[in-house]
């Protein structure tokens, strides 16, 4: 298991260029690190450059985050009110938006990530997923 082989994947997948994958699988490997350290920790260990990735392409750090507009009033009130979790979720799904994918491509790239990792370590993944409920409803799964 590649993160080379996981970024040609999500290519594929959205239909986007190499270079636009491998920002977008780290944007939503961020995310996973931030909604749950413990368990993306240790999906991360059995997908070599994953935690390289994320941390590239942290949606938590200032060049990230939505600093005006909609987007960026809704990310600061949830951010702030709920925490670094609905942030990180809601700064992710705006970066992906910022890369100019659609929401299909958006759902696409995030669940060949989930899919890819479901490879690694099926039961970790359902962990995964049941940890962070929102995932479903924003990276197709």
Not at 10 to 16: L, M, P
Not at 18 to 33: C, D
Request: hydrophobic fraction near 45%; proline fraction near 4%; charge should be negative.
């Amino acid at each position: 298991m590649s993160i080379q082989t996981l970024i040609d994947g999500v290519a594929a997948k959205a239909n986007i260029q190499p270079q636009v994958a491998e920002k977008v699988a780290g944007i939503v490997l961020s995310v996973l690190q931030h909604e749950s350290p413990e368990i993306s920790g240790q999906i991360f260990a059995n997908i070599p450059g994953a935690q390289q990735l994320a941390t590239a392409n942290d949606v938590m750090t200032q060049a990230q985050q939505p600093s005006s507009g909609i987007i960026g009033t809704i990310s600061n009130l949830l951010g702030g009110a709920m925490g670094e979790k609905v942030g990180a979720l809601v700064n992710g799904v705006a970066a992906l938006k910022a890369s100019g994918l659609t929401e299909e491509q958006i759902n696409a790239a995030g669940s060949q990530v989930i899919t890819y990792a479901r490879q690694t370590d099926p039961q970790l993944v359902n962990q995964l997923v049941q940890a962070v409920p929102e995932l479903r409803g924003h990276f197709g799964l």
